[in-house]
């Protein structure tokens, strides 16, 4: 069955860094686009970054934009995703999705259990 691990969440200091992985398994990784939402205590969930199946376009949430970068590794299944300069404002719980076809304006159709990220002095 399909699946999505996230991992790599922590508690971080304002302006430090921290790196998503997202291992998937069970079906044809280098087919799908990926996807990254999070979502804050007491909001809605929001898209994050997506990159396509073989990692050619991307995109950002304007508010990360030049902080995050999203990136796969297709030999391992695996997508990344590495934020800089992190804000309080970056807090939440940060889910991969697969998405339904090869390109991000595909819907999500398969979802992980989420990674905790708290950025907070």
């Known amino acids: 069955q399909v699946q999505l691990v996230e991992s790599g969440g922590d508690l971080v200091q304002p302006g430090g860094s921290l790196r998503l992985s997202c291992a998937a398994s069970?079906?044809?990784?280098?087919?799908?686009?990926t996807g990254w939402f999070r979502q804050a205590p007491g909001k809605e969930r929001e898209g994050v970054s997506c990159i396509s199946r073989t990692g050619s376009s991307t995109y950002y949430a304007d508010s990360v934009k030049g902080r995050f970068t999203i990136s796969r590794d297709n030999a391992k299944n695996t997508v990344y995703l590495q934020m800089n300069s992190l804000k309080p404002e970056d807090t939440g719980i940060y889910y991969c999705a697969r998405r339904s076809g090869y390109a991000c304006d595909a819907s999500s159709d398969y979802w992980g259990q989420g990674t905790q990220v708290t950025v907070a002095s």
């Open positions: 069970g079906f044809t990784f280098n087919l799908h686009a």
